[in-house]
Nanobody, 124 residues
Framework: QVQLVESGGGLVTAGESLKLSCAVSGGTFSNYAVAWWRQGPGKEREFVAVISHTGGTVRVTDSLKGRFAISRDDAKNTVNLQMNSLKPDDTANYYC?????????????????WGQGTQVTVSS
C-alpha cells in the first residue's frame, strides 16, 4: 500500500514562489508515476503536472507551463512542485497522486493513491 504526504503549502503574496513536496512510502518509489492536482474553491479538480516513474517524461498543463515545474528526487523518495510567480487564481488545495501506469495522466480516476492535500493561498 502506497502512502503520499504533501507539504510546503501556505499563505503567500502574489508574485512569490513556493515549493511543494510529496513524500512517497509503502511501495517501491521507482515503480510509480506521480502527479500533482489541485482544486480551488467552487472548482473541479484540475490536473497540474505529472512525472514518469523514471523521471524521463514530464508534463505540465499548458496554462501553467513556464511557472510550474515538477521533479523527482529518487534518493529522498519525493516529488516536488516548484511554483513561481504565483497568482491569486492559483489558490487551491494541492494533491499528489501516484499510479503504476500513466496512459491517461489527466484522468483522476487512473490514480489509486492520493495524499491528503496541502493548501496554497495566494493573496493580492
Amino acid at each position: 500500500q502506497v502512502q503520499l504526504v504533501e507539504s510546503g503549502g501556505g499563505l503567500v503574496t502574489a508574485g512569490e514562489s513556493l515549493k511543494l513536496s510529496c513524500a512517497v512510502s509503502g511501495g517501491t518509489f521507482s515503480n510509480y508515476a506521480v502527479a500533482w492536482w489541485r482544486q480551488g474553491p467552487g472548482k473541479e479538480r484540475e490536473f497540474v503536472a505529472v512525472i514518469s516513474h523514471t523521471g524521463g517524461t514530464v508534463r505540465v498543463t499548458d496554462s501553467l507551463k513556464g511557472r510550474f515545474a515538477i521533479s523527482r528526487d529518487d534518493a529522498k523518495n519525493t516529488v516536488n512542485l516548484q511554483m513561481n510567480s504565483l497568482k491569486p487564481d492559483d489558490t487551491a488545495n494541492y494533491y499528489c497522486a501516484a499510479a503504476r501506469f500513466i496512459s491517461s495522466p489527466t484522468m483522476s480516476t487512473r490514480y489509486p493513491y492520493w495524499g491528503q492535500g496541502t493548501q496554497v493561498t495566494v493573496s493580492s
